[in-house]
């Protein structure tokens, strides 16, 4: 289970790694292969994915905690 405050909408990929235990090339696979996130590119040259709630619970059900 994962315990997010109500006030938040939107997470960085950083958050959610850190929330889930999920590591960043396995939650970028998922993420894409299960269309959940959004990428921002904002005028940056590296894009930033953007999860909400809703996409933070599924991937928590769906991939379980990284061991490497």
Same mark, same amino acid.
């Given at each position: 289970?994962?315990?997010?405050?109500?006030?938040?909408?939107?997470?960085?990929?950083?958050?959610?790694?850190?929330? +889930?235990?999920?590591?960043?090339?396995?939650?970028?696979?998922? =993420? =894409?292969?299960?269309?959940?996130?959004?990428?921002?590119?904002?005028?940056? +040259?590296?894009? +930033?994915?953007?999860?909400?709630? +809703?996409?933070?619970?599924?991937?928590?059900?769906?991939?379980?905690?990284?061991?490497?």
């Amino acid at each position: 289970m994962v315990r997010v405050k109500s006030s938040q909408k939107s997470f960085t990929e950083q958050e959610v790694v850190n929330l +889930t235990g999920i590591c960043s090339e396995h939650l970028r696979g998922l =993420a =894409a292969t299960r269309h959940l996130g959004s990428l921002e590119t904002n005028g940056v +040259t590296t894009p +930033t994915w953007r999860f909400t709630t +809703t996409d933070l619970s599924i991937m928590a059900v769906l991939h379980p905690r990284c061991d490497h």
